[in-house]
């Protein structure tokens, strides 16, 4: 039996989407000495790091146990790392990192050399072709809406994709509603919580 697979986007399928929303015809390699296909290559990069820097379910770990270096006690940070913090800084006060020069500084007790194994929350930074195939049409998308505005400058073209944009952004937050599995009651991971059911009364 043959089995179906769902065409995901690429860099370049990406840009002449882009190309096509502001009229312009598709090419069928990223040639980078292009000035306008490597001007849209480079936007097409900035807006996947301002969406996934927001921190969604594909991209966020938490409670990541990460060990000092041996010998400098540092605690280097990925270079495609975009947000690194302590686990539970909410209620625990005693630390407070940012990154600098590329490794983990403690800004209460002022060092980046760390003593013990300490457990991080991170959002990661991946690239286009391994994101959901929901937010590589949202980047897109959103995109589209700056090329139109920079490269064109017809406010009703932008308007146009503004309404695309806006229609994958809700779906894109349908979806992190859906995978997040998110709850007011803040059941963490390694946990189980089973809610009442009317149907139980039925036991008694």
């Known amino acids: 039996m043959a089995t179906s697979t769902i065409d995901t986007d690429t860099e370049l399928s990406a840009v002449n989407s882009i190309l096509g929303s502001i009229g312009q015809a598709p090419v069928t390699e990223l ?16 807006v996947n790091k301002d969406v996934q820097n927001e921190g969604w379910h594909f991209n966020t770990e ?13 605690i280097t940070v990925p270079a495609n790392t975009l947000r ?3 686990h539970d800084e909410f209620t625990n006060h005693n630390r407070d990192v940012v990154t ?26 991946y690239e286009f072709s391994d994101l959901p195939n929901i937010f590589q049409r949202y980047i897109t998308y959103r995109t589209a809406v700056r090329a139109g505005a920079q490269l064109v400058s017809n406010p009703q073209l932008v308007a146009l994709l503004q309404q695309q944009e806006s229609t994958a952004r809700a779906a894109c937050m349908e979806y ?16 189980s919580y089973r809610s009442f059911k009317p149907f139980h009364s039925l036991r008694r």
């Open 176 to 191: 992190e509603c859906s995978k997040g599995d998110h709850s007011y009651f803040g059941i963490p991971h390694e946990s």
């Open 100 to 125: 600098r020069n590329g490794r983990l500084y403690d800004l209460v007790n002022h060092t980046d050399e760390w003593d013990e194994d300490i457990y991080v929350d991170a959002i990661t930074l």
């Open 62 to 74: 938490y409670h990541i146990k990460v060990t000092p270096e041996d010998g400098t006690k540092y």
């Open 31 to 46: 040639n980078y000495e292009n000035p306008e296909v490597s001007f849209i290559y480079n936007m097409l990069n900035e």
């Open 84 to 86: 690194y913090d302590i």
